[in-house]
DNA sequence: TAATCATATCCATAATTCATGAATTATGGA
DNA sequence: TCCATAATTCATGAATTATGGATATGATTA
């Protein structure tokens, strides 16, 4: 990932509905969810939803696809991957020494995330 | 880390002068670097910068240490996990199938970061 | 074909963000 | 105390972004 990249992504996680909208599709992974499905959960307009959609795929962090009528969207794991990467990169290149416990603190394994 | 401070965190990356900066401060690590060192390496006025840097040690991603005339500012580690530990919260919560791979992909061990 | 549902797009307005220059504060040395 | 240096703060205007109403598109159903 390079850095417009990397700040089109920092740039569409800055808002509170395109935030809101991001993690209710990671929790929702594979199944996704239908433009309409978030607009209700999250209680915004169509309108300002679709846009902020829009920025959101535009980031890479988010995909969709139609289905019928309904358009449904994805949280893009490999743009998920790439910012993540992308934030750690020079912290492992410059001071691995403090990038590794950092990372190793993010395992799913027990308890919560961090 | 909350909601509010995910958003901060991710609107102070989301420009390309505090992204640079930042990238560059985890770099040199806990040297740190003063401000006007900064400044000149990222070409930047200096009350610009200053400005940036305010909103990146607002966010919790800096932290800076006045040392006689001169301000030297650090990454900070904590704030720099608790965001990413943000963003992986849910995907482990709800998709730790999807999240763990994605956690493995970022040890600093062999080659490049991701 | 007409009606309807789900989304997207267009446009105007409101709000926010950004870089800059001028002024200010803080520190250290002569 | 005076001066130079390092950095911050403040006010401003330009540019960008968000929002909501209206409308358009595209897909299904009758």
Chains 1, 2 share one sequence.
Not at 76 to 87: K, N, S
Not at 90 to 112: H, R
């Amino acid at each position: 990932m390079d850095m417009i990249s990397a700040l089109t992504a920092f740039s569409a996680l800055s808002q509170q509905t395109r935030l809101e909208a991001f993690r209710l599709l990671v929790t929702t992974g594979d199944a996704g969810m239908s433009a309409g499905e978030i607009a209700e959960a999250l209680e915004v307009r169509q309108n300002t939803l679709s846009a902020n959609l829009s920025v959101l795929l535009q980031s890479g962090l988010v995909r969709n696809q139609r289905e019928g009528r309904v358009i449904r969207y994805f949280a893009d794991t490999d743009g998920m991957r790439g910012l993540l990467g992308f934030l750690l990169e020079d912290c492992c290149g410059g001071q691995p020494e403090l990038c590794q416990p950092l990372i190793e603190d993010l395992t799913c394994g027990e308890g919560p995330c961090a």
